[in-house]
Each structure stands twice: as structure tokens, then as C-alpha cells.
């Protein structure tokens, strides 16, 4: 058996998550591989080159509206305009759909499992999806608003592809829009295995010290469009703690993503306020956006007490450790639903509503609160788990109506 974890590297979250989910196939021991729809568009053929343009374009507007806008989504479509919108972009996916199908109709590949609505959602468009052998499952990774839903959700009452969600409220959402209900599976997050196996000793070193070190360890991540409001509050809160960092009060940790440009514009700002020397400052930039990836999540279990970000999947990372969250404003309907559900559990502060940032900082009893507002949330993190279950129990039910000889010679059809 073999799985595909469809993902598009639109920004460092889809990888995230499509990594986490590599890793709990891992962790199961069942066989499988990563396709990243725009690099593997990229080599393939001329067609696919062509094919994959239209979201390109989508890509490219969607980074010309987010990088260097200060206020939330100023172009952002509303109301039942959004929808139409979203269902424009469903049908440019189209040409590359096109392109999918016929690759995994020539592949061994028995699962596919997206974590990008363009994955599941290209292949599904115009009727695609119910000739393929392969077992389908649309990864749902975030909380999201209903005009999302319609571009997440392919509706299809009787054939139509799994879809694994975060929550109840989601799954309500998807069956709004006509995905049955059937073929939603409340999974939880997908929290990479390495980190969700380690919360509770992440949970115990942040609470520590908070309680009892003189010293904090501040982390500071940028998503992969890189947003002038990340960029910005990210060198006031340096320029805002330098006599604290000069004093050995915070260590800094920041993660510009494939961002070498502001890496650049970072140590130039560094060097003008007589910092660039420190030892208790890191950035880390890496154009492998694996490895970036990879560093922050060793960074999260082993070194953070406070992080500073958008709101974008990593308060699940938030969730699942109890590490302190201090929110850069939103990008997106998604990150506006994270901060819905994180003011809901007490468990977020927004950087802008802070009057004197260290002064909060030595507030060590409300950010063990904030975190273990988050920490006792028991919202459900274990999906990367849940869904190498299922595949397998799945594979399992199909494979017992087929003779060993003919699983050997025919293993796609125990998916059928």
C-alpha cells in the first residue's frame, strides 16, 4: 500500500501540516510520498506548466494583497460575492486536475491525502474524481468560515472523497455546502506526531520557566508569504527589549522562512541597534523550506516560552504544548476563525493591545494562565494519527474479500 500527500507550498503551513502527516504514516509503517502540486506542475510536462498558470496567478495575487498590505484583507471580496469567487477558483483548477488524474491513473498509488483544497478538489472538479481506483481523503487543516467551506468542501452525496476535519464546527459547516455527512471524520489536527508525543514535557519546561528563570526564550515565526505586519512587529519587539536583551533578560529565536531578504533587512536593523554581536539572538533563514519547518518545530519543544506570530496553524502547536501565544494581526478567514477560538479559551493576546511589552512579559503568572488555557483546551490534535488508522482499517476491510495472490497482483483494487 502506498499513499500521495498532495500539498501546494502556498505558504509554510501547508507543508507543515503535509509534513505531520508524512510523519504519522511514518510512525504506521505504511509506505508513502509527498507531491507539491506547483514544483511537480513545474517539471512534468508542458501541459502541466500551462495547466497550473490560472493558480499561479492566484498565488501570485493572493502575496500582492497579503505581503505589503498593513490592514487585514483590504482587498478581500465579502458576502455572496466571495462565494462566487471561490467557486471561480474551483474551476481553474480544472487544466491541472486534468493533469492529476491521468498521473495517478499511471502511478502505484493506492491513497491519496490532501492538505490543500487543490489537491482532492482539482481531481474531484467536473466529475473526475469517481473513475479513479485510489481512495480519496480532502485534509481539512483549519478552522474556517462558512464562503471557505465551498472551496474546501467537494460535495458529492454518495461517491465523493473522505474529508477529515478539525472539529464538529467545521464538519457543519462542509455539510452546508452539500458534503454528506457520512464522508466528514472529526480527526483533530494534524500536530506533528514529534511534537504531540512531547507535550507534556514541553508543557513542564515552559511552565518552569516561566516560574522559575530569570531568562525567557522568545520565538518569533514568519509564514511563507512574509507580511509587511510580521516584518514590522517583529523588529519592534527587538527595538522595544533591547536594554532587556542587552541585559540577558530574553534570548531571541526568529525564523524568517525562505525570507532572505528580510533576513538581510533583520541584521542590518540588528547591527543599527548594536545587537548584531549577541549570542542570545538566532535567525534562521533556509530557502529548503523543510528544514525550516524541521528547525521550528525543534525550537517549539526544546527552547520557546513565548510566541509571537499570525494566527495560522500554529496555534495548534499552541494548543498542544501551552506554550504562551502572542498574535501579529490575521491574514486571512482562517487566522480570523483562530483568533475566534483562542479569545474563546482565554488562550491569545493580541501584540497590538500591549501597552508596555516587558512589563507583560514579567507577568509570569497570567502567561502560565494563557498557556495552560490553551494546554487543558482538549481540543483534538492527534489527526496525523487518526488518519494512518484509518487508511489502514480501511485497507484492512477491503483486503479481507481479496486472495493474497490477487492483493499481489492487483494491490489498487483493494481501494476500489
Not at 178 to 200: F, W
Amino acid at each position: 500500500m502506498k499513499v500521495l500527500i498532495v500539498y501546494a507550498l502556498t505558504g509554510l503551513g501547508h507543508l507543515r501540516e503535509a509534513t505531520s502527516v508524512k510523519h504519522g504514516l511514518d510512525k504506521a509503517g505504511i509506505e508513502n510520498e509527498m507531491l507539491d502540486m506547483l514544483a511537480w506542475a513545474k517539471k512534468r510536462s508542458w501541459y502541466t506548466r500551462i495547466a497550473i498558470l490560472p493558480l499561479r496567478f492566484g498565488l501570485w495575487l493572493h502575496a500582492l494583497t497579503t505581503r505589503n498590505v498593513s490592514q487585514f484583507n483590504e482587498l478581500e471580496f465579502r458576502g455572496p460575492l466571495k462565494k462566487v469567487i471561490l467557486y471561480l477558483l474551483r474551476f481553474i483548477e480544472v487544466p491541472i486536475g486534468i493533469a492529476l488524474k491521468r498521473y495517478l491513473r499511471q502511478s502505484n498509488i493506492d491513497v491519496v491525502v490532501a492538505v490543500h483544497p487543490w489537491g482532492v478538489g482539482s481531481i474531484w472538479t467536473l466529475g473526475f474524481g469517481p473513475r479513479l481506483q485510489q481512495l480519496l481523503i480532502n485534509v481539512v487543516v483549519d478552522e474556517i468560515d462558512q464562503a471557505s467551506a465551498s472551496f474546501y468542501a467537494v460535495p458529492d452525496v454518495v461517491k465523493g472523497p473522505w474529508h477529515f476535519v478539525n472539529s464538529n464546527a467545521v464538519k457543519k459547516l462542509l455539510v452546508n455546502v452539500g458534503v454528506s455527512p457520512e464522508k466528514i471524520k472529526i480527526a483533530g489536527h494534524t500536530l506533528d506526531p514529534y511534537v504531540l508525543d512531547n507535550r507534556e514535557t514541553v508543557k513542564k519546561r515552559v511552565n518552569d520557566h516561566l516560574r522559575n528563570s530569570k531568562t525567557l526564550t522568545l520565538g518569533m515565526f514568519i509564514g511563507g508569504v512574509g507580511t509587511k505586519d510580521e516584518r514590522e512587529r517583529i523588529k519592534n519587539v527587538i527595538y522595544t527589549l533591547r536594554e532587556q536583551i542587552l541585559a540577558g533578560l530574553y534570548n531571541i529565536k526568529v525564523i524568517p522562512g525562505p525570507h532572505f531578504q528580510f533576513a538581510v533587512e533583520l541584521h542590518k536593523f540588528l547591527r543599527q541597534l548594536g545587537l548584531v554581536q549577541q549570542k542570545n539572538i538566532e535567525v534562521y533563514v533556509n530557502s529548503n523550506r523543510h528544514k525550516v519547518v524541521a528547525v521550528g518545530h525543534e525550537w517549539l519543544v526544546n527552547h520557546i516560552d513565548v510566541l509571537f506570530a499570525k494566527t495560522g496553524e500554529l496555534i495548534f502547536y499552541v494548543l498542544g504544548t501551552g506554550i504562551p501565544f502572542i498574535h501579529f494581526p490575521p491574514k486571512g478567514s482562517n487566522e480570523v476563525q483562530h483568533i475566534i477560538l483562542m479569545k474563546r479559551l482565554s488562550a491569545i493576546e493580541e501584540y497590538d493591545s500591549i501597552k508596555n511589552l516587558h512589563e507583560f512579559l514579567q507577568n509570569r503568572k497570567y502567561l502560565i494562565e494563557l498557556g495552560d488555557n490553551a494546554f487543558n483546551s482538549h481540543y483534538k490534535l492527534d489527526g496525523a494519527e487518526e488518519i494512518a488508522k484509518f487508511i489502514k482499517s480501511y485497507y484492512i476491510a477491503k483486503n479481507k474479500y481479496i486472495t493474497p495472490i490477487e492483493n499481489q497482483l492487483h494491490p489498487a483494487k483493494i481501494l476500489t
